[in-house]
């Protein structure tokens, strides 16, 4: 399949992207800093897959590493909104959170979770936040600067699992389970939303041949360490998989490749009470459903182009860095 990128070399979309350190939040970022259609303005680093204190230095070790030390790390949400620790998963991204990649200690000059307001203040509708962790921080910023947060041009959030099992529970994705309370209210209020769930991005494989094919052409060093961790994990809890899922770098390439996904509308509502069902997300397919008045509807993924996404992957990150 071919690729046109050239025509919109001059067009980049400004991205605010939420980040939780792990494998597939570095490989959406190396993605994001490779593509001529992408500019990142800020990167704002929770707790998730690892600790806050990992993903920011996570994010500035990459930064480091492609030679855009210039682009602000802002430090975000430490644990959920419930004021509970969180579950961190090192056995799927690794010590570290990237795979057999060990960071050298990166300088810990970050901003103020407050420097996102400038962000908002100066984007506005030609910002998109891409979110690709827990949802605590945008919850946050749609309880205190939810006039701020009503004139960003979209959102994209990864998360929740539809009609599907869960990742982490038999009903509910990483992400919602991770803070319940965050995605609930995320998905009642937040305006141009997109959801790019478990169920669509469980099929976004990178495989063995493709990283091998990155690692030639791979001057930061990075892919293969991150992917061969990561697809260890997967292989060993399904011998059949042919690929480790890249939930984060769907939702980025989302942003700019509208050809490549499918979509529906429904509203979302997440399960918030402890139980086997903390997390699940729920949505209402039916053709003939009442839309609620006590929140809003959103797009939600459902199927995307594997053709596309695999050679759109290759033509960016094989030229990058």
Known sequence: MDIHRGDVAAIKTNVLFFFDGG?????????????????IVGIVADYGNMSRSIAVRNARYLLQKTGREEIPVISGAEHPLSGASPT?????HGPQGLGYILPALAPTNVENFADVVPILQRYQEQLVIVAAGRLTSLAVLEAVYGDLLAKVGRIFVMGGAFLVPGNVTPVAEANFHGDPLAAEAVMKQARSLTVIPLNVTDHALVTPEMAAELDADDRTGLIKGMFDFYYRFYKSKNPQIQGAPMHDLLTMMAVVQEPMMRYTTSPVWVETQSGVALGQSVGDFRPYAERPTDRRSHRLAVSFDQEFFRADLMSVLKSAF
């Open 88 to 92: 961190f998963f090192p056995q799927v």
């Open 23 to 39: 494998v597939d939040d570095a490989i959406a970022l190396l993605y994001a800093l490779a593509s001529d259609q992408v500019e």
